[in-house]
């Protein structure tokens, strides 16, 4: 048999896997790799939560359980909702409990697209945003977010991509890969324009927690966008949970409807056990601690990575303080060489892991993502190296 789904032809076979295998190979080997490459807190997950799963599992939650999401993490959702972006959800209707961000975001597009519907995916972004709309046969039209406008596609950008076929936007703030994220001003332009021409906003909120200044502004949170937004929520980065693969969609309850059939028919449910342990974390004060201590380390590692860069004061891999996230997008374009090959050698040559920008689109060609999701001691020897090696000071070993 050979017959076989086309659509996936048309998905770009991510280059991260090809240097994942490389980094495996190179690992098993018995070489030290540098893993900044990751999207992966380098914290477990606060004992507390482990503790709450535990006793979930002792108590025998290990059943299946409601497709929405057991109601005591619904409602820890909305609170949470509440407390940190004062926006008001219906935990009965306008929640659903998913497996991890990932798959909100997939049943948020299996909920409102129609086969041919276009929709808008700032380029550069996660590579799921444009792939997942791909398989579910969405037409994908990628708005250029340039480094030159901070990564934020210009508003005119938008209007420009905009067709008769235009369902929804996609957005990702704070970014991954650049950790960018634009002005509440800017949010409510974006939904005015939205509400302008009768689309979705499907906003990956997933790194919300993780920010350096300010706190980024949710897109749900502008005056009348709720009836057109869909948040899609996870507790892998803020809670350094992703192995336990959960977090929630808030969205208009027509919208949670379909999403819910989606989910019923793919996967069932969420681990009951794991529900326990999300509910406990979304709500717990020593839990909202821990995250907050975790956000601290990743701003100390930052301000590492600054310092340095300041010191080297390097022209060839030029430095710009990312406002959330936990990566760094280094400008590798005054060496004009493609981002991929950058990694590759910077692989074999220095033993550092970092993913290429052209992973994330073309504007992302030239850059390369570093995380400082790893410990101070590896962000700042795979910083040096990555610094000593575009300067051609880097010796194979
Ligand atoms: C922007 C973005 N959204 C969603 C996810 C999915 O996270 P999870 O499915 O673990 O919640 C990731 C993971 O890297 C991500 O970077």
Redesign the pocket.
Known sequence: MDSLNTQFEQLRQSPTVALTDRIAALRAGGRAILPLQV?DPDFGTPPAVREAAMKALEASLTHYTSSRGLPDLRQAAASKLLRDNGLTYDPAGEILVTH????A?YLAMQSILNPGDEVLVPDPA?A?HANMVTMLRGGVVRVPAPAENGFIPPMEAWAKALTPHTRAIVI?YPS?PTGAYPSREYLSQLQAFAAEHNLWIVS?E??ENLYYANKPASAGAIPGAKERTILVH?L?KTYAM?GWRV?YLAAPAQVIENALKAGQHSITCVAPFVQKAAAFALTDPGVQQAAADMRVAYARRRALVLRLAAEYGSEKVRVTPPMGAFYFFLDFRPLGRPSLEICERLLDEAGVGLVPGSAFGTQGEGFVRMTVAASDAEVEAGFRKIVEWAEGKWVSK
């Open positions: 999207g991890g961000g990932i798959h975001y996660w799921t990702n991954n990956d997933v790194y996870s892998s992703t977090g």
